[in-house]
């Protein structure tokens, strides 16, 4: 069990961004935070990682194996997807797993610097990285943000057959799919503190666009899935 304990974060002499944070994320499961941009979200995923250490509070009990996808790369980054998939292989001291790319449909150029692949194929990359190891703890910041309709739902798969296994999944989602998952634990983040959700809605829209427009469509925040009908 890894427990998020009376965590507080503030940044240098700023407001505090985290304010008595507690969560239990259970192995098997899967534990969503929604909330609007800026309220904390990313902050708690890093402090929840081990990345950022936060202001006071702890978070324990977090396994040795830990995966983390930010929610961007850095724009200097300068490694090409196949060095990147090969350090973090290297590290974990287990082989790359490029048919992920392939279930993706990853469609850029691994040689090509990260810094220079599309969004959506950028994201792909992160995501075989992430789940390059799935028996600890993964901690998903936007998964779904960039990916085509076919790839978001993949990526569903994915969450779900870890959560399967025995990884504690840890995700932020503004599109909507983390939340359908089954058995997900959904919490809002507001004013720094974390609460849970007891339901969460959805609408489907019927709406008359071009072919040329639905995947433009399918790429809106909040846009789960979009079917074409006859």
């Not at 904390?40 to 995966?67: F, N, Y």
Request: proline share 6%.
């Amino acid at each position: 069990m890894i427990t998020v304990d009376g965590v507080w974060m503030r940044y240098g002499r700023g407001p505090m961004v985290l304010r008595g944070v507690d969560a239990e994320l259970a192995p098997g499961t899967v534990t969503v935070v929604l909330g609007e941009n800026g309220c904390g979200k990313s902050t708690l995923l890093r402090i929840a990682a081990g990345i950022t250490v936060p202001s006071t509070g702890a978070v324990r009990g977090r396994p040795p194996s830990v995966s983390y996808l930010p929610e961007r790369f850095p724009d200097q980054l300068r490694l090409s997807a196949r060095a990147y998939l090969r350090h973090f292989a290297r590290i974990r001291r287990l082989p790359t797993r490029s048919e992920l790319l392939e279930r993706l449909g990853f469609a850029g150029d691994l040689d090509q610097p990260m810094s220079e692949l599309s969004k959506g194929n950028a994201q792909k990359v992160g995501i075989t990285q992430t789940f390059g190891c799935t028996d600890g703890f993964l901690v998903l910041d936007e998964p779904w943000a960039g990916l085509d309709v076919a790839a978001r739902a993949v990526l569903s798969e994915l969450v779900r057959e870890a959560a399967a296994s025995g990884a504690t999944v840890l995700v932020t989602d503004h599109t909507g799919a983390a939340a359908k998952l089954p058995g997900a634990t959904v919490h809002q983040m507001s004013e720094g503190q974390l609460r849970p959700v007891a339901e969460v809605g959805f609408v489907e829209l019927v709406v008359t666009c071009t072919s040329e427009a639905v995947d433009q469509v399918a790429q809106l925040p909040g846009v789960q899935s979009v079917r074409r009908m006859a």
